[in-house]
């Protein structure tokens, strides 16, 4: 078991330490907790929506912002693909230096559901810092929330499989209103990195959004 992160803190990623850090693996996992229902909506409101939480990386530059939109579309409007946002459209950065495994769509099962691997010794210099983030897609549609969720998680983990922290978040009625978070980022810090727990919350369900109102 690695440090467990609270809220603000952070643990440096050095290459001379414990871990083989040719490779990180940022892992997210959850769990839907259970819904309570009343007589009638067991009745008649059939199965409930699984919650589809899509784990996003913003690739930013030394002035905290992100610089490639990625291809443009035939109107001449960025699409994010093959730019500094690696998400479920656009799994793989160009660099190939981080990069999506797959989009969980349930949270079904144990362990991590969604990976981002992260190769922080070839990533380019340009690049200071990595936001991660989690948004629960089309969950203002599907009245979804993180208050709703459970044993959330994201975790940092070596190329030897050895986990280097995490950080836990416990949905609970307070988190009701929350469709997206600023979960953590991973920092430049001298010949190494910092993986820091952020825990922000967001009504939004579009990391979009999020991309618009800070990271531009």
């Not at 871990?19 to 907790?33: C, H, N, P, R």
């Not at 067991?42 to 002035?63: C, P, Q």
């Not at 998400?87 to 797959?102: D, E, K, M, V």
């Not at 952020?198 to 999020?210: K, N, Q």
């Amino acid at each position: 078991m690695g440090v467990s992160l609270k809220k603000g803190e952070g643990v440096s990623l050095r290459k001379d330490g414990e871990f083989d850090l040719s490779s990180v693996t940022i892992g997210l996992g959850w769990d839907v907790a259970e819904q309570k229902k009343g007589f009638l909506s067991s009745l008649f409101g059939g199965e409930a929506e699984d919650h589809d939480l899509d784990a996003i990386a913003f690739l930013l530059g030394k002035d905290g912002k992100v610089h490639s939109l990625g291809d443009a579309s035939a109107s001449g409007s960025p699409t994010l693909i093959n730019g500094d946002v690696v998400f479920f459209n656009s799994q793989r950065h160009p660099s190939g230096a981080i990069y999506l495994t797959g989009d969980n769509r349930t949270g079904a099962g144990d362990g991590d559901d969604e990976q981002i691997i992260v190769k922080l010794d070839q990533m380019p210099a340009q690049y200071e810092s990595i936001i991660f983030l989690v948004a629960i897609y089309e969950g203002k549609q599907k009245k979804q929330s993180f208050g709703q969720i459970k044993n959330t998680f994201i975790r940092a983990v070596d190329a030897k499989g050895k986990e280097i922290c995490r950080f836990d978040v416990s949905g609970d009625a307070a988190y009701a209103r929350y469709c997206s978070m600023t979960f953590a980022e991973v920092t430049r810090q001298g010949d190494g990195w910092q993986f820091r727990a952020i825990g922000i919350p967001h009504e939004t369900d579009s990391f979009v959004s999020l991309l618009q109102q800070t990271y531009l």
